[in-house]
């Protein structure tokens, strides 16, 4: 079945450091992906989305390319703030499906 | 636009007994899907509802069930309680298409003593 594996954290980095998220999908057929975030405290929103090939989501300096040759969809960012930190969830949706297959989360710890 | 709510933020319940969490949708929204997150893991999928029907399910006992009410808000009854129901219970709306992204409330914390 459908599933995502995305890299294990907990992710440490400085304030202004370039993170990498690493995800990667496997369906059946030509899914959308998209990355949740879940701020201390809160729900989960959604932070960015791509629905086909080649697609590059992005928000709030965040981005991912949705590459099908690898599929893969890792999130980056040039520059965290300790604002940032938060778990990130990689998903994707099937098209025609009916729900969202969520990876395990990565965990980011930004330090000022 | 009033988001997601969900209630009660807090529940503590005894193995056997029944629960019942509640969850208003979105404005807008008539898609209404429940998601179970265990400590330190992705939430799963549990039912989703349209048009006050179930039409689609995750690997879930029968012991979960579900409601959609007219005005799109909707129940999550989980019945004989068992440990490993202890969870965060994630209720997410959204509109109908296949790229809306869902809008998730805060969620309920529901542990089973």
């Known amino acids: 079945g459908d599933s995502v594996t995305q890299m294990e954290g907990p992710v440490t980095l400085s304030e202004e450091a370039f993170l990498t998220i690493n995800c990667t999908y496997t369906a059946t057929g030509y899914p959308s992906l998209f990355w949740y975030v879940q701020y201390p405290g809160e729900g989960l929103q959604l932070l960015l989305k791509a629905t086909k090939a080649d697609d590059k989501g992005s928000n709030k300096g965040f981005e991912a390319t949705y590459r099908k040759e690898t599929t893969s969809f890792h999130l980056e960012k040039g520059s965290v703030q300790v604002s940032d930190s938060a778990v990130y969830f990689c998903a994707l949706k099937d098209t025609g499906g009916f729900k969202t297959i969520f990876g395990a989360g990565t965990r980011l710890f930004v330090k000022a | 636009e009033t988001g997601v709510t969900q209630s009660p933020t807090h529940l503590i319940k005894t193995r056997g007994q029944q629960v019942t969490l509640r969850c208003s949708s979105q404005?807008?929204?008539?898609?209404v899907s429940w998601y179970q997150q265990a400590l330190g893991q992705g939430p799963q999928f549990i039912f989703q509802y349209y048009r006050e029907e179930e039409n689609g399910r995750g690997n879930f006992p029968p012991r979960f069930s579900g409601l959609q009410f007219p005005n799109y808000s909707s129940e999550l009854n989980v019945n004989a309680l068992e440990l490993d129901d202890s969870a965060l219970y994630l209720c997410?709306?959204?509109?109908?298409?296949?790229?809306?992204?869902?809008?998730f409330g805060n969620g309920t914390r529901l542990t089973v003593t």
């Open positions: 404005s807008g929204h008539n898609t």
């Open positions: 997410a709306s959204r509109r109908t298409g296949d790229n809306s992204p869902l809008h």
